[in-house]
């Protein structure tokens, strides 16, 4: 090892090592041999260097020479080669050029090569010794690796970012691949994949392969699970991490399915780790693959476990969202269908109308043609109305049909004019029946709205059958039921339904919108519930208030069609900061 | 002496009836109106000349068929009464027959129907 005698035997390098201060520095030590000195700072358990005031490296201890496992000269060289991560040099330079010229002492967070290629971060921190005058002689620079640190600061960050990913609602895949990349940064040189297992299957399904091709991934979706798959399938199966080093020489994965596949890919390891419910299921496995043999690290295995729990917290969420809005949609069906009974008269009235005409026509044709001479303008006449009559009535069947009908949440373009009118339409008669005197004011230009047509039009229905309802026993004064929409003063769309009938007591306004809560006898009292549902489905809201004169107001309000996004907008992906083990 | 064809008034708010029950009528043999409410059966100059009423049961916005039906028994117009309607409600027939209703018909109805229920009305 190469040393400078001058440089070495000169001041001392005094004092404990988390304490070294200016003034500890500056006080001359008494004369010691090199060897001494050598001893001395060879025994510090940090590394050590010294600069020359115009910044070149002096001398080091035992230490950096172990650690970078290069020379002095090389070491000298730092300002150009690869000891500092060429991502950190340039911002090295300038802040020891600037310390070096103002003479203030220096801390810096760089990244310095070991000897075996890893990089790893230390804190530099620069203390300049000065003679009696005052003048700097030399800088000592103290090297403290806080690799460990920065790696659980970046995953800590990026472990927060994901969870945030899962809190708002982003869609699975967009929370899964912003995983899998987590992962990648934060582990470098490998390839991740998350798999869905669907049990009725059982079969693997890509949950997120961001960074393996189509003619990787595209054979794996749809696999079943089965142990002979490979580490994927017995990690599900056995509930187990399951580790497998070498793909192409371990005898153990010889016959398995996906070797061809990952071999071809250039893959030779993977690690496939199963994710787990709450309850105990697995959800999936959580892949890793490596293009060397490789067998995990501690530091990788605690990665591994920090994001397979933040898959299965994303995962059942994904589920139950899933679960309810299937039950959302079975739900709305069943009421639909308990209305059928309310609806009868409706249905019976809408019908017959144009069957009757049908009869009524067809005998007049008949008629007219067994005359003598036989009228057939008149006949034909009949018999064109026979089939404009014949038209109406299927169109009122297929309406009908299309209300009744159990279809899963679907999006459309939806103008609510037509959408009441058509549902007025199908219950006029039950209305006319109770003597309701319907008042429409549609406003001319209402903009669309984005959502589900039937669900919607279940809400007005059933805001349109309480208004009706509420009216029963009114007998003083007309029961007028008035229908309004509007763009309103937040740019969304409203409907209002308002009538004269017994209103509500205001303090009961919140439970109006619970489920089982009903003032008549013969409901369930879930409509309004559903209904209040249905509206949150599509980012509106839908409420309640008493009239100042007789009778209640019941409105809903969802955002125009240029401004819904029923699905939530998607996060950008996740961006841990590099700290990788490797050179990029 | 040429005959007097009796007038059977139809009042119904649903066009497609006033559209065709009024042919059907005329090759029953009968002379036929319709009246799209009890109201404009009222202002008319028919309310004399009619011999029956076909009279749907629920027209919006005003006077129902019975509500016809109370009118014309207080200004003593005895005119029979055939009621029609649309809304599968058996429980109004009673009511409507105690009244002095000849005949309720459900739609959609047959010609049968009808014409038996008409031929009661003018016989009485």
């Known amino acids: 090892m190469e040393t400078s005698s001058q440089s070495w035997v000169r001041p001392l390098f005094i004092g404990a090592i988390q304490d070294v201060t200016e003034s500890k520095l500056a006080e001359a030590a008494p004369r010691e041999s090199e060897r001494e000195w050598r001893r001395i700072v060879d025994s510090i ?55 070096m010229a103002s003479g203030d002492p220096y801390e810096i967070e760089e990244r310095i090569r070991r000897f075996d290629g890893v990089y790893r971060w230390f804190q530099v921190r620069g203390l300049p010794l000065r003679d009696s005058n005052g003048r700097i002689v030399r800088w000592y620079d103290l090297l403290t690796d806080i690799d460990d640190r920065k790696r659980a600061e970046a995953q800590l960050a990026g472990e927060k970012r994901l969870l945030e990913m899962v809190a708002s609602s982003c869609p699975l895949t967009d929370v899964l691949t912003a995983l899998c990349r987590f992962v990648e940064v934060t582990s470098a040189d490998c390839h991740c994949g998350v798999y869905l297992i669907d049990w009725s299957g059982p079969r693997f399904r890509n949950g997120a392969v961001p960074s393996l091709p189509a003619t990787f991934n595209d054979p794996t979706d749809g696999l079943p699970v089965r142990r002979e798959i490979g580490p994927c399938g017995q990690a599900a199966l056995f509930r187990q991490q399951v580790i497998a080093i070498d793909l192409e020489t371990d005898p153990l994965w010889q016959e398995s399915a996906i070797r061809p596949l990952a071999l071809a890919h250039g893959i030779r390891s993977h690690w496939s780790t199963p994710i787990y419910a709450r309850d105990g299921r697995v959800l999936g496995t959580f892949a890793i693959f490596h293009r060397e043999p490789a067998r995990p690290t501690r530091v990788q295995q605690d990665l591994i476990a920090q994001v397979t729990h933040i898959a299965s917290i994303a995962i059942e969420r994904a589920l139950s969202e899933a679960a309810l809005d299937k039950l959302r949609s079975e739900l709305a069906h069943v009421t639909r269908v308990m209305s059928l009974g309310a609806l009868t008269a409706s249905i019976a009235h809408e019908v017959n109308q144009p069957l009757s005409g049908i009869i009524t026509n067809a005998s007049t044709c008949l008629r007219m043609l067994n005359a003598d001479p036989p009228n057939v303008d008149g006949a034909r006449e009949t018999a064109r109305r026979t089939i404009r009559d014949g038209n109406r009535a299927s169109e009122v069947i297929a309406r009908l049909r299309a209300l009744f009908s159990k ?32 008042q429409f004011e549609l406003a001319d230009d209402l903009p669309a709205v984005r959502g589900d047509r039937v669900q919607l039009q279940q809400v007005i229905l059933n805001l349109l059958r309480n208004a009706s309802d509420a009216m029963a026993g009114v007998d003083d004064r007309p029961r007028q039921l008035r229908i309004m929409t509007e763009l309103d003063a937040a740019n969304r769309v409203r409907l209002t339904v308002q009538d004269v009938g017994v209103g509500f007591d205001p303090q009961n306004v919140d439970k109006l919108f619970a489920p089982f809560y009903t003032t008549k006898i013969d409901s369930m009292g879930i409509g309004l519930s559903i209904s209040s549902s249905i509206i949150e489905r599509h980012h509106g809201r839908l409420w309640a208030a008493p009239n100042d004169g007789p009778g209640a107001t019941f409105s809903f309000s969802i955002p125009r069609s240029s401004e819904a996004v029923p699905s939530p907008p998607n996060r950008d992906a996740v961006r841990a900061p590099a700290a990788t083990d490797a050179a990029p | 002496m ?11 708010d649903d066009e497609s009836v006033r559209e065709s029950l009024p042919d059907l009528l005329r090759e029953f043999g009968f ?34 068929g019975p509500d016809l039906q109370r009118e014309l028994t207080l200004r003593r117009q005895e005119i029979p009464i055939i009621f029609i309607s649309a809304h599968a409600d058996e429980t109004v027939r009673p009511r409507l027959l105690e009244r002095g209703a000849v005949a309720c018909l459900f739609k959609p109805f047959s010609e049968t129907d009808l014409l038996g229920a008409l031929t009661t009305a003018l016989r009485g």
């Not at chain 1, 330079?93 to 310390?99: A, F, K, M, R």
């Not at chain 1, 899963?408 to 609510?416: C, G, M, P």
């Not at chain 2, 007097?4 to 008034?9: I, P």
């Not at chain 2, 799209?36 to 129902?64: H, K, N, R, W, Y």
């Open chain 1, 45 to 99: 358990p940090g590394l050590v260097a010294t600069l020359t005031p115009a910044g070149e490296v002096e001398g080091v201890n035992n230490q950096v020479l172990e650690y970078c496992g290069r020379t002095l000269e090389e070491l000298k060289q730092w300002g150009t080669s690869d000891t500092v991560h060429p991502e950190d040099r340039p911002r090295v330079i300038e802040v020891i050029t600037q310390s």
């Open chain 1, 407 to 438: 279809k899963e949440f679907t999006l459309e373009s939806v103008d609510l004019n037509e959408a009441t009118r058509e549902v007025t339409a199908l219950s006029l008669s039950d209305l006319q029946r109770n003597r309701v005197m319907l």
């Open chain 2, 2 to 12: 040429t005959r007097v064809r009796s007038l059977v008034s139809v009042v119904d």
């Open chain 2, 31 to 64: 002379a036929a109106r319709a009246f799209s409410s009890a109201e404009e059966f009222l202002e008319s100059d028919c309310v004399d000349q009619t011999s029956c009423l076909l009279l749907d049961i629920v027209m919006p916005g005003g006077m129902s």
